[in-house]
């Protein structure tokens, strides 16, 4: 028996091979972007994470049509100087699905840092995780997942991870 894995870093739809019933799926959903005011106050948010399950077994039907959907990373935003009261909040990023015969299978994207204009002072807003799992935005840290390359939340200056979809199953060798 040998392992095979399949890495979706968009979506897609995948054919179950033969003689495979079962697999492992990891699963990420896009982290939410930072944001940024430098010019009045120097505001700063931080995106969260997008959620994740990590290596849950699931359940296939050789030959089924599984439909996979990989969420998108937000966007970070910072406001060039010279420019005030502008909403400069990043944006949120998207859900990641995967759905077989059986069930469907969700994360929510991390939400974006956001800047609160409308108060006085200005303040920073870091964005929640994702559920399940995410990890909230926490000004001065770079969030990531235990999938570290996607998902992450942005900061003001960095764009956030996108999604992902892997799946691992046993085959036999032939």
């Given at each position: 028996?040998?392992?095979?894995?399949?890495?979706?870093?968009?979506?897609?739809l995948?054919?179950?091979?033969?003689?495979?019933?079962?697999?492992?799926?990891?699963?990420?959903?896009?982290?939410?972007?930072?944001?940024?005011?430098?010019?009045?106050?120097?505001?700063?948010?931080?995106?969260?994470s997008?959620a994740?399950?990590?290596?849950?077994?699931?359940?296939?039907?050789?030959?089924?049509?599984?439909?996979?959907?990989?969420?998108?990373?937000?966007?970070?935003?910072?406001?060039?100087?010279?420019?005030?009261?502008?909403?400069?909040?990043?944006?949120?990023?998207?859900?990641?699905?995967?759905?077989?015969?059986?069930?469907?299978?969700?994360?929510?994207?991390?939400?974006?840092?956001?800047?609160?204009?409308?108060?006085?002072?200005?303040?920073?807003?870091?964005?929640?995780?994702?559920?399940?799992?995410?990890?909230?935005?926490?000004?001065?840290?770079?969030?990531?997942?235990?999938?570290?390359?996607?998902?992450f939340?942005?900061?003001?200056?960095?764009?956030?991870?996108?999604?992902?979809?892997?799946?691992?199953?046993?085959?036999?060798?032939?």
């Open positions: 028996m040998r392992e095979r894995v399949e890495v979706f870093d968009t979506s897609a995948w054919t179950v091979p033969n003689r495979v019933f079962a697999a492992r799926l990891t699963l990420v959903a896009g982290g939410g972007g930072g944001a940024r005011n430098e010019h009045e106050y120097g505001i700063a948010a931080y995106g969260g997008g994740y399950i990590v290596d849950l077994p699931i359940s296939l039907t050789p030959g089924e049509v599984v439909d996979i959907q990989v969420g998108d990373a937000g966007i970070s935003n910072s406001e060039s100087p010279g420019f005030s009261n502008i909403n400069v909040s990043g944006v949120d990023g998207s859900n990641s699905s995967v759905t077989t015969q059986a069930k469907t299978f969700t994360v929510f994207g991390g939400k974006a840092g956001r800047v609160r204009m409308s108060t006085s002072p200005k303040v920073g807003i870091d964005g929640d995780g994702g559920e399940p799992n995410g990890i909230d935005g926490e000004s001065g840290k770079k969030i990531v997942t235990p999938v570290h390359r996607y998902g939340g942005g900061s003001p200056s960095v764009q956030p991870g996108a999604g992902v979809a892997i799946l691992s199953w046993l085959e036999e060798a032939s």
